[in-house]
């Protein structure tokens, strides 16, 4: 049971360029969510999906898309990477829809040149 | 809106010493309340939680309790160790339609030194 695997774990981006991360989970976990950590702001959502086939905004979407062809993949993309989007993406999943607590991947370390 | 103000960082302590770390929250509803962990190099790692006013989370050591008259959740540990240098962050989590987010506070470093 490897729990939220996310790959790659570092990229170096140009502007302008693309890229995909991809979530995945072995938990059955309906609920999956991207967030993204930067120094002094905690944990901001960026967009997150209630089940299969779903998604939603966050708090921080503008910039990013996000698929969720398959319940155990989440796949989260830029399409023009800028600078401003470098950090430090987290996934995490969770079962129901209360009463369960979320958990996270081990991140990836995205920097934009 | 919901929102979680935690004490500002870095902490630095010497092993064995107590530690506290304060964690308050504005939230409409009755939410509940977790502290996460986050170690060097890695995701973060649900530590405890309490999900009703008066209950206390605890584990590894740490504690904290819900108090709904001071809307608090501070984390308590009588005596840290090296190996309890991370990042700890408060959040909280609303029941209902929006159940979903979590809320986070900013995360507060501590270096435990032997």
């Known amino acids: 049971n490897a729990g939220v695997t996310q790959t790659p774990k570092f990229r170096v981006l140009k502007t302008g360029q693309s890229m995909t991360l991809l979530c995945a989970q072995d938990m059955n976990h309906e609920y999956m969510y991207w967030y993204r950590q930067d120094p002094g702001m905690g944990l901001r959502l960026i967009h997150y999906?209630?089940?299969?086939?779903?998604?939603a905004k966050g708090e921080v979407p503008d910039g990013y898309n996000v698929s969720r062809l398959k319940k155990q993949n989440f796949l989260l993309g830029l399409e023009s990477a800028a600078p401003s989007q470098t950090s430090v993406y987290f996934c995490a999943s969770s079962y129901s829809w209360g009463g369960e607590t979320q958990y996270f991947g081990p991140g990836t370390r995205l920097l934009v040149l | 809106g919901n929102s979680v103000t935690q004490m500002e960082g870095p902490v630095t302590l010497s092993e064995e010493a107590f530690l506290t770390i304060n964690c308050t929250y504005t939230a409409t509803g009755y939410p509940s309340l977790f502290w996460y962990v986050q170690y060097p190099g890695e995701g973060l790692q649900l530590l405890l939680k309490?999900?009703?006013?008066?209950d206390k989370g605890s584990n590894k050591g740490f504690e904290a309790t819900y108090r709904k008259e001071t809307t608090s959740f501070h984390l308590e540990k009588g005596s840290v160790q090296v190996s309890d240098s991370a990042v700890y962050f408060c959040?909280?989590?609303?029941?209902?339609?929006?159940?979903?987010?979590?809320?986070f506070g900013k995360g507060t470093l501590l270096t435990v030194n032997p």
């Open positions: 309490a999900t009703k006013a008066d």
């Open positions: 959040a909280l989590r609303l029941s209902g339609g929006s159940n979903y987010k979590l809320t």
């Open positions: 999906s209630v089940g299969e086939g779903t998604t």
